[in-house]
């Protein structure tokens, strides 16, 4: 039998944009078994319900992610409005809505960048950021920030926008899609891709559901889970059909998140088709009296968002469970059986997003 | 055989100008919605106070006995709550970042107006003094 030997892979790793810490077993090259270890940005945001009032923790919830910050604010005043019994203004919906996929694009091709680059594919990785900038553009020029949009709030949003504006956006699209083709062609039919993919990581579709993936993660493994179809949001008025690939592989997971990318452009233009006018808010007055599960799809998976008042000013209890947070057991699974050189692929494919593990 | 997809891109960037800006030599596009830090105009602030109540991180602190705003800039997340809920509309939102800091602070104090009176006030108004950097 070989000697087990132990090694470290993170917090510290060149291949990780945040802390994870795993440690691998192996023997000889094969990894034998992953020991997971997570707790080095923890910021304790969900204690903080008690400190702050509810209409200015949507700030708080909104930094729990740096890249899914909007839908996580939107999760959070979807499950206060549900309390609270209010019927926000349709436009509001479908502004939420749009931004919401703005923010999967551009998470998507943040992603996308860092898996090629996680190969050592620099050119990809380049490009894949450059297109994300004309997405961070029309997020900046529509809600004042580029990853932090702070526009949601309880009852509506803050910021309506120009009917030309969203004119101007379709028109990126629609250039933005056709660049998306080119990039896509690398990831989908790309010979070392494909080479460095296939095969790696495969997660069975009993597995992923067995462990709970979400996400991109379990829709890689022929799983057809997503929120949005739920219809939260303006998604209920909105035709679209979640990505699937049967591959269960690192490849499969990537194919998914290239192709959600046309999906997301699709809504996107849907919605500003068949946006109302009207007002954007609504005045809210009173505390929430009760609790909630809200439920979303981010770009990593579905995030639930638990909220319980007693009617006063401050929430009593705030919990996050987060996409990345489900997806660390399915990490495990995919991990052991590889070898060593493969693990930095795997572990990204996942697109762990360690901030808003931990909160 | 699908071997060079990238060809077509390449190609095209290497012929196109940088798609990045030579920041800080050239300034950073910034559009008119863009939140870049909080503007104060000292002559129209109340000390009402509405703004340290709102504030998410509690940069903000009035004193309306001696009638200062201040803000800490290191606090500061810049979400443009303090903005949007100031009733008498002292507080703007500038669409530049403000420079990264070389030293340590970021307090910053300024003496404003306090709530009008029923003579003219025309001594408190003049008396407003920009910045007055503590540390």
């Known amino acids: 039998m070989t000697k087990q030997i132990t090694v470290p892979f993170g917090p510290q790793h060149p291949v990780l944009p945040e802390p994870l810490h795993l440690d691998l077993v192996l023997e000889d090259e094969k990894v034998v078994d992953v020991i997971p270890t997570i707790g080095y940005v923890h910021r304790g945001l969900e204690k903080l319900v008690e400190k702050r009032e509810y209409t200015e923790y949507v700030f708080i919830a909104e930094r729990i992610c740096g890249i899914c910050s909007f839908i996580h604010s939107q999760t959070y005043v979807q499950g206060i409005e549900q309390i609270m019994g209010l019927e926000i203004p349709e436009r509001a919906e479908y502004l939420r809505t749009i931004w919401g996929e703005y923010s999967r694009l551009h998470s998507h091709l943040l992603w996308l960048g860092l898996f090629a680059d996680s190969m050592g594919f620099e050119s990809v990785f380049m490009n894949a950021w450059r297109l994300r900038e004309h997405i961070l553009d029309d997020l900046e020029s529509t809600t004042g920030g580029r990853v932090i949009q702070g526009v949601c709030k309880v009852g509506g949003v803050r910021k309506d926008v120009a009917p030309e504006k969203l004119d101007e956006m379709l028109k990126g699209l629609k250039n933005l899609e056709h660049e998306l083709n080119e990039l896509n062609n690398v990831f989908l039919f790309d010979q070392s891709m494909k080479h460095r993919l296939k095969g790696i990581g495969k997660l069975s579709s009993e597995d992923a559901y067995q462990l709970g993936a979400v996400g991109p993660t379990a829709r890689g493994s022929g799983l057809a889970i997503d929120i949005r179809e739920t219809g939260y949001g303006a998604f209920g008025k909105i035709n679209f059909r979640p990505v699937v690939e049967h591959g269960g592989d690192s490849y499969a997971r990537c194919a998914v998140r290239a192709k959600e990318m046309f999906t997301s452009i699709d809504i996107i233009e849907q919605c500003i088709k068949k946006i109302p006018d009207g007002p954007v808010d609504m005045k809210v007055t009173g505390a929430p009296d009760g609790e909630y599960f809200s439920r979303t799809e981010q770009p990593r998976g579905e995030v639930i968002h638990y909220i319980k008042g007693n009617g006063k000013k401050n929430l009593v209890r705030h919990r996050v469970r987060t996409p990345t947070f489900t997806n660390i057991p399915p990490l495990v699974t995919l991990l052991k059986g590889c070898e060593l050189a493969d693990v930095p692929v795997i572990v990204l494919s996942i697109d762990p997003c360690i901030g808003c593990a931990e909160r | ?135």
């Open chain 2, 1 to 135: 055989m699908s071997v060079f997809q990238m060809t077509k891109t390449v190609l095209k960037s290497l012929f196109s100008r940088p798609a990045t800006l030579m920041y800080p030599a050239k300034p950073a596009k910034k559009t008119a919605n863009t939140r870049g830090h909080v503007e104060i105009d000292p002559a129209k602030c109340i000390t009402c106070k509405m703004c340290q109540r709102k504030c998410p991180t509690q940069a903000i602190e009035v004193d309306n006995k001696i009638r200062t705003w201040q803000i800490d800039n290191m606090r500061c997340v810049v979400c443009a709550i303090c903005v949007d809920t100031c009733p008498t509309k002292c507080l703007t939102m500038d669409t530049q970042y403000r420079p990264a800091m070389t030293a340590r602070g970021g307090l910053e104090k300024f003496t404003v107006a306090g709530p009008k009176k029923k003579e003219p006030a025309a001594a408190p108004a003049e008396g407003t003094k920009p910045a007055e950097k503590k540390e």
